[in-house]
């Protein structure tokens, strides 16, 4: 009976293990999207409640794209002609 809960309880453990493992991953893979993320929800605010001007927004969202550009760009397929 003790080993059987020993087992259970070291089955439980692994994968507890394997699952947080598997959540820090995503999370860290998700950082810098959602830093963006982020950055353009600030400058949207900061828009609309008028502590930037629209050139500003403009330039604060033209940078987020470029970063996002560096950190996944953008594939197109080749044409099939």
């Not at 439980?12 to 959602?34: E, F, N, Q, W």
């Not at 033209?62 to 953008?74: H, I, K, N, T």
Request: charged letters at 20%; glycine letters at 6%; proline letters at 4%.
């Amino acid at each position: 009976m003790l080993a059987t809960m020993l087992a259970a309880a070291a089955t439980a453990g692994v994968y507890v293990l394997l699952i947080s493992r598997h959540l820090y991953k995503a999370a860290a893979t998700g950082r810098p999207h959602r830093r963006l993320a982020d950055a353009e929800r600030s400058a949207t605010v900061r828009l609309l409640y008028g502590d930037l001007d629209r050139a500003g927004y403009r330039a604060e969202l033209e940078m987020l794209a470029a970063l996002d550009a560096v950190g996944r760009p953008l594939v197109v397929p080749a044409s099939e002609s």
